[in-house]
């Protein structure tokens, strides 16, 4: 049973940093992408970043700069480091991930439950 855990979210007021944690537990493939998304209130749900094998894959380019993606492959983690943080950054913050796709459309296989991040 594969679930993705979710973790860091909390409210911070702009120009805060949050690091995000995701915990990926029951699914070791590290064959697979893995990657960040994000959806605000009333938005489509947005990717944020991937990565394979520790690798960056893809970035958003509205947010590279103060959003960066890392994972500890050891211990089955992803992380988003997210600085200077806006009130437009508002969201519920996702971590995917599923074989065969690294892109950032949500078409990922397995999903965590989220967690919000709320910026003011």
């Known amino acids: 049973h594969v679930q993705l855990v979710e973790s860091g979210g909390g409210s911070v007021q702009a120009g805060g940093s949050l690091r995000l944690s995701c915990a990926v537990i029951g699914y070791t493939d590290s064959s697979n992408c893995i990657g960040w998304f994000r959806q605000a209130p009333g938005e489509e749900r947005e990717g944020v970043a991937s990565?394979?094998?520790?690798?960056?894959?893809f970035e958003s380019t509205s947010l590279k700069g103060r959003f960066t993606i890392s994972q500890d492959k050891d211990n089955n983690t992803l992380y988003l480091h997210m600085n200077s943080l806006k009130p437009e950054d508002t969201a519920v913050y996702y971590c995917a991930t599923g074989p065969n796709y690294c892109g950032l459309d949500p078409l990922y296989k397995y999903w965590g439950q989220g967690t919000q991040v709320t910026v003011s």
């Open positions: 990565v394979h094998s520790g690798v960056v894959v």
